[in-house]
């Protein structure tokens, strides 16, 4: 005699992890964002300005743009980078907004312009309040 499952047996256990998805992809739902904007908060407030800081550092000046810290600009001599492996993409993958000086009682801006790819929106990553 073989021993098998029923197929009410197989419908109870199907009902049970649909039952019990439900209860965790909610949860999980909001987190992706969540993530990609404390990941683009760490970009912002610590791994660029690392970079930016060791170009500055090497050259006596902040980079014109952020793919100075890729190549060497023409008439840099001090310039020991690359100080990035590869151009920074926010995690929504756009590129990160940069400008120096900046408008921000700082010697430069950066940000991500969030989800919604606008920069001065609400959801704008910025290093400055």
Do not use: C
């Not at 949860?27 to 800081?53: F, H, M, Q, T, Y």
């Not at 550092?57 to 902040?62: A, E, I």
């Not at 100080?83 to 907004?97: A, E, F, I, T, V």
């Amino acid at each position: 005699m073989k021993k098998s499952f029923t197929l009410i047996e197989l419908m109870l256990v199907v009902v049970i992890i649909g039952v019990l998805a439900s209860l965790v992809v909610p949860r999980l739902a909001g987190r992706a964002d969540r993530a990609r904007e404390g990941a683009a908060k760490a970009d912002v407030e610590a791994n660029l300005p690392s970079a930016i800081d060791m170009f500055e550092m090497d050259t006596g000046k902040y980079p014109a743009t952020l793919d100075d810290l890729l190549q060497q600009p023409s008439g840099l001599t001090n310039w020991r980078g690359p100080y990035l492996k590869k151009s920074p993409l926010d995690p929504w993958g756009k590129p990160y907004q940069y400008k120096a000086p900046g408008d921000h009682n700082k010697d430069y801006d950066l940000w991500s312009q969030g989800k919604d790819g606008s920069s001065g929106t609400d959801d704008d990553i910025k290093n400055w309040q």
